[in-house]
Nanobody, 119 residues
Framework: QVQLVESGGGLVQAGGSLRLSCAAS????????MGWFRQAPGKEREFVAA????????YYADSVKGRFTISRDNAKNTVYLQMNSLKPEDTAVYCC????????????WGQGTQVTVSS
């Protein structure tokens, strides 16, 4: 069982930056692939970024490529999402998720943190 808690969301102006953190409990965190997803009001949840268990591989949605960076610190059981050049369309609740098998099946989810980008 893994519990995930996100932090770092907030209100920022367009062009600004935020860094989200996702703290995980459990000794198996370092063996899990991790992902970030977001859901805007009235829209379906969408994939943002993912990282392999050892950080050697990262994946991004086209909409955030070049602006967002996913990283992890297995010693701290934490995964990060650095978000730069934020746009109003990035406004959403951001959730992290754990993928134990590394097969794009996310079994554990956090509650999410709100990111609001003003124009």
């Amino acid at each position: 069982q893994v519990q995930l808690v996100e932090s770092g969301g907030g209100l920022v102006q367009a062009g600004g930056s935020l860094r989200l953190s996702c703290a995980a409990s459990g000794r198996t965190f370092s063996s899990y692939a991790m992902g970030w997803f977001r859901q805007a009001p009235g829209k379906e949840r969408e994939f943002v970024a993912a990282i392999s268990w050892n950080g050697s591989s990262t994946y991004y949605a086209d909409s955030v490529k070049g602006r967002f960076t996913i990283s992890r610190d297995n010693a701290k059981n934490t995964v990060y999402l650095q978000m730069n050049s934020l746009k109003p369309e990035d406004t959403a609740v951001y959730c992290c998720a754990a993928d134990p098998g590394g097969s794009d099946e996310y079994d554990y989810w956090g509650q999410g943190t709100q990111v609001t980008v003003s124009s």
